[in-house]
């Protein structure tokens, strides 16, 4: 199976200009899913993740899913103002704008691997802002799982020194 053909293409969105890489096709098709999980699980070895983060919305379900399979915990990244309880917070740039994401605080435990996933590596901004949360309260960045790497954009200078793959490269 490519799961090339599983990702829908939506230009102009969010913003006219912005070819938009949707998974959404793909986490509707079983074997797709499955196909993805297989593929992270031949690549991230178990001893180097304690829990799995996944980056608001599309990191979510990818990150859920690796947690399950190697009997681990997920954790969520999300945008400000979402998360109950104290959090910490880090601003940074994305593609077309900029954004606030947090973390709660007690989300991890100090010195913990955490595996960071998302659904697309795009300039990187996410990813980096990500690994900033992560370290906040303790954590060790150990790795990245993207469905989607956007090459053209050097995602991955921003993530310069952590361990990351990406299965499909536009």
């Known amino acids: 199976m490519n799961l090339k053909d599983k990702i829908a293409e939506i230009p102009d969105f ?7 890489r949707d998974i959404s096709p793909l986490l509707r098709d079983p074997s797709a899913l499955s196909l993805v999980i297989d593929e992270f699980t031949k690549i991230i070895h178990p001893n180097d993740v ?3 983060a996944g980056i608001e ?8 899913a690796m947690a399950l399979k190697y009997n ?11 998360l109950p309880g104290p959090t910490q917070k880090v601003s940074y740039n994305i ?3 900029s954004a606030t994401m947090e973390i709660q605080v007690n989300a991890v435990k100090k010195g913990q691997k955490v595996y960071i996933c998302d659904d697309l590596l795009a300039t990187g901004g996410t990813a980096k802002a990500a690994v900033k949360l992560v370290e906040k309260i303790g954590g060790k960045v150990s790795g990245f799982a993207f469905i989607v790497e956007l090459t053209d954009l050097k995602g991955s200078k921003a993530i310069k020194g952590y361990k990351y793959n990406s299965l499909v490269k536009y």
């Open 14 to 20: 969010p913003k006219k200009g912005i070819l938009f």
């Open 50 to 52: 304690d829990v799995f």
């Open 57 to 64: 919305s599309r990191g979510f379900p990818l990150a859920c």
């Open 72 to 82: 681990k915990g997920m954790i969520m990244i999300r945008k400000q103002g979402k």
């Open 95 to 97: 593609e077309y704008g």
